[in-house]
């Protein structure tokens, strides 16, 4: 099970940190993520996903945790993984982090201890991009179909708003995973409003009107920066104008429906941008971790459109993630809200959306639990909100000039 409920949390949530798993080396780890990796073939797997990369780190894996037995202890002695709140609601789940994220970010704080080191923070790299990259191959063959019943299952997918929901007319696990739904199954709140916006992705959402409230209350790696996230040089007229703006940062966990979806009306002013990097997990404690930028050095790529209100730029950063195979975009070049403009390949992922000064103002919910100000925060910093596609994410001001 992933998610659990507020009264299911028995034990502390961790707090990622290297001395954890401070006796473990990381050789340990690479094979034991690298078995992980392979157990999703269903030639080793038999299409049980719950032996591989899809198991959560509370789960009781006989061969994995005789490899790395200070799993078990940790997970006897943790929850891992962090809260979600549920929109409209004054309730919050917990969701467990995946193992792959876990063993991903024991190998993050290695090659931060090894910084010094450049092929010590090189290895980790490699590591990272290589089973990325293999993973994604795995999931586009053939075989890789009967991982999907155990895919549903696991994650309990509702097939019944799919626009093929059946299962066996899918050629490979990954044109299962970023699966299409039926026309009208994420209607667009306030349509009727041309002031609007709306989320991009089926995901857990943070918001800030400022990138400096971003960097105090959730991206906490000191080199985040505008210019270094669309790949630009701080002159660029497009960082000029993005300069101090307003960041919704969608992040999509692997259970997701992973396509994404426009958050505004517009027309696209350029032909996407994809800017090679790392495959670091996108995990909430990995972007709160200080000195840790995953944002600008993962890989990802930038579409800028036009509102087509103000007639200003909107940058649309789609992030790939450790296990993520791969970025497509699917947009026309005039988009409307909640049209569908592209999908990732497997893999928990993100997608920021970058609005100039004064062009949105976030809805208060979302605001509140973004800054840690609300009830369901319970006083424990910011928390992320649980939306859909669709769901309104904030509305141009009044006051909002036109260029």
């Known amino acids: 099970m992933s998610f659990l409920s507020e009264r299911d949390i028995t034990k502390p949530v961790e707090k990622i940190h290297p001395s954890n798993l401070q006796h473990v080396r990381k050789e340990v780890v690479v ?43 940790l997970a006897e002695k943790y929850h891992i993984g962090n809260f979600v709140a549920i929109r409209g609601t004054d309730r919050r789940f917990f969701e467990s982090m995946p193992i792959y994220a876990r063993l991903g970010m024991h190998l993050l704080f290695y090659g931060q201890e090894q910084v010094k080191l450049l092929e010590g923070n090189k290895f980790v790299e490699d590591v990272l991009r290589e089973q990325s990259v293999h993973e994604g191959k795995i999931y586009d063959s053939p075989e890789s179909v009967k991982n999907i019943p155990s895919f549903v299952k696991m994650y309990n997918i509702q097939l019944d708003e799919l626009l093929e929901p059946d299962i066996h007319k899918y050629h490979t696990f990954n044109e299962f995973f970023y699966r299409r739904l039926k026309p009208g199954a994420r209607p667009v709140e306030n349509a009727d409003n041309p002031r609007g916006f709306c989320c991009a992705a089926d995901c857990r959402l943070v918001v800030y009107q400022t990138v400096s409230l971003a960097e105090k209350f959730w991206i906490k790696g000191d080199e985040f920066s505008i210019p270094s996230l669309l790949g630009l040089d701080p002159t660029d007229p497009f960082c000029e104008a993005l300069s101090g703006g307003s960041l919704a940062i969608f992040r999509l966990a692997p259970a997701d429906y992973h396509r994404f979806h426009s958050p505004l009306d517009g027309k696209v002013l350029a032909e996407h941008r994809d800017i090679p990097g790392q495959y670091y997990t996108v995990n909430p404690q990995a972007v709160n971790e200080p000195n840790l930028d995953v944002f600008t050095r993962n890989k990802r790529s930038v579409l800028i459109v036009e509102h087509e209100i103000s007639k200003k730029p909107v940058a649309i950063v789609a992030v790939g993630a450790l296990l993520v195979g791969s970025i497509c975009w699917t947009y026309n070049n005039e988009i409307k809200r909640g049209d569908d403009i592209g999908h990732f390949a497997y893999g928990g992922s993100t997608v920021i959306a970058v609005f100039p000064p004064g062009l949105i103002e976030f809805d208060e919910d979302l605001v509140l639990n973004s800054t840690g100000k609300s009830a369901v925060a319970a006083g424990q910093g910011s928390i992320e909100t649980l939306v859909k596609v669709g769901y309104s994410l904030g509305k141009m001001p009044d006051a909002a000039q036109s260029t």
């Open 31 to 73: 094979h034991a993520f690298r078995q992980l990796v392979e157990h999703s073939h269903p030639s080793k797997g038999k299409g049980d996903l719950t032996i591989s990369i899809h198991s959560f780190a509370h789960s009781r894996m006989e061969w994995l945790h005789k490899t790395v037995p200070e799993l078990e202890h």
